[in-house]
């Protein structure tokens, strides 16, 4: 008998948080580690190539991995077809970037980026050749083995990078971190998933997952594209050591934010996927998602924002204050994405990737407006430029969630308030605790004591939905509980 989505959803959302929290743990670690032996510069050049690597990344997948995953009767031929046009794309990728590598050089006026380029581009081809294996992993909601693959990937990919920058390789430390965790991901993948190709393409199967998935990798292409644009335009307007800093801002609330967020959605989409002939029960699974992302990311978020200059000065050192400014705004920028992916996963389960499509060109229109528009500024104001598309962008995306499921904007805004208002009292809590403890230590300490209590001692009083929902999911894990969708 096959589990029933309760059980598949408890499993999968434990799961999906252990590794999260681990693999992000960890990187943690090791990312405060490295940014104490390594300098601002160091991580800069490597982020002024993520937005060409972040391309190729997606061409490669193509968008076939959300097809494969919605598709309800995967054929073998259809596994087969997708390793075999990821693995091509990738070969062609690599070669790519190997003779762009020069022009990206002259471009930025950094010789070291044509190395640093041939080099790192090589993950591209190391981790096409078990992508459809993870593929299977997150079918099957097999989040236990991802997990220890996660884990054990950082650890060994983690201990690289230290021991090479310890040895004064700076950046050539980062690149080897890179290449260390995708070689032991895809040999960890491929011990643990016994899937191998039957180099065999079927043009039926191409053409039935590139309907669905060409839409998603035309959007995918323009959020990547954004999402990369703010390094490159700092790192051509102002300096590497500023893109450095930039990424060292969206670092904390970035770990944050991406540790629940990934948790919920990865297991939200093939679940929402299983149900998505149902609307009755889609909306009811669907809200569920929406309060659980709020009541988890907008105090952890905002608790961050309000411990920044503690948590950089005491972890980073001082060399990095300077992103400090720029952590605490790119913190508001944050508070939504949560709400904003999972909006999108109902258009994904849906089969709408034309108005995913549609959506990311009026989205992005905006955004690099707003992106054009503060650069002639600073770095300051291109990330309040950011605070300002993230609203836009949750704003349109829930007018699509209206039209499939009637849940408006500001129905979902009545329910997320209330979380964020809470959250609110976290942030000046944790600002109060920074500026009169002047101890480092000694303030993250206290904040790290009270903040939590006083958010779940609001949640609970004021008997709010998702924290109940919590509480019994809880419970269900432990054979207790009413958890049911």
């Known amino acids: 008998m096959p589990e029933s989505l309760k059980h598949k959803t408890v499993k999968g959302v434990s799961w999906s948080f252990v590794e999260q929290i681990l693999t992000r743990g960890v990187n943690f670690v090791i990312g405060i580690i490295l940014a104490r032996l390594l300098s601002p510069t160091d991580y800069g050049l490597i982020g002024l190539l993520g937005i ?6 997606l061409f490669i997948d193509g968008g076939l991995a959300s097809a494969l995953i919605r598709e309800k009767n995967a054929m073998e031929e259809d596994f087969s077809t997708v390793y075999i046009i990821n693995l091509v794309l990738s070969l062609f990728f690599y070669l790519l970037l190997f003779f762009v590598a020069p022009v990206v050089a002259n471009f930025y006026e950094q010789p070291l980026l044509k190395p640093l380029m041939r080099v790192v581009a090589l993950i591209l081809i190391i981790g096409s050749l078990a992508s459809v294996q993870g593929i299977l992993l997150t079918i099957r909601v097999d989040f236990r083995t991802k997990s220890i693959i996660s884990v054990l990937g950082s650890l060994v990919s983690g201990t690289v990078g230290i021991v090479l920058a310890y040895k004064g390789f700076g950046v050539w430390a ?44 035309a ?18 307007r102002f300096s590497a050591a500023d893109v450095g800093q930039y990424s060292r801002a969206g670092q904390f609330p970035g770990i944050a934010n991406t540790t629940i967020t990934s948790a919920l959605n990865r297991v939200a989409f093939p679940i929402l996927s299983q149900i998505q002939d149902d ?50 705004i790119i913190c508001f920028s944050q508070l939504t994405n949560g709400i904003t992916a999972i909006n999108l996963n109902l258009l994904y389960v849906k089969g709408r990737s034309d108005l995913v499509l549609r959506l990311e060109i009026i989205k992005k229109t905006l955004a690099f407006i707003i992106l054009f528009v503060s650069m002639f500024f600073s770095i300051e104001v291109m990330c309040l430029g950011q605070v300002l598309y993230s609203l836009i962008a949750l704003y349109l995306n829930a007018f699509y969630t209206k039209r499939i499921l009637g849940y408006s904007f500001g129905k979902q805004m009545k329910v997320i308030l209330p979380y964020f208002l809470i959250s609110l009292v976290v942030l000046a809590e944790a600002l109060a605790i ?18 939590p209590v006083t958010y779940f001692f609001l949640t609970k009083g004021f008997r709010l939905y998702a924290y109940q ?12 509980g009413r958890f049911q969708f």
């Open 434 to 451: 920074s500026h009169f403890l002047t101890t480092h230590w000694i303030s993250l300490l206290v904040s790290a004591l009270v903040c």
């Open 279 to 328: 609307d009755q029960r889609l909306l009811s699974v669907y809200e569920k998602y929406i309060q659980l992302s709020s009541f988890l990311i907008f105090p952890v978020i905002l608790f961050i924002c309000g411990c920044a200059r503690p948590l950089v000065s005491l972890l980073l050192t001082d060399k990095w204050l300077a992103c400090v400014p720029l952590m605490q």
């Open 469 to 480: 929902e919590a509480i019994e999911l809880i419970k269900s894990k432990m054979g207790r």
């Open 219 to 236: 959007a995918s292409l323009i959020s990547v594209i954004y999402d990369n644009a703010y390094p490159m335009v700092i790192g051509k």
């Open 52 to 57: 060409f690597l972040a391309i190729s990344q």
């Open 174 to 217: 980062l690149v080897a971190q890179s290449l260390a965790s995708a070689l032991v991901a895809t040999l960890l993948t491929l011990a643990f998933v016994r899937w191998w190709p039957r180099l065999f393409f079927s043009v039926q199967s191409f053409k039935k997952l590139f309907a669905y998935s060409s839409k998603l990798l």
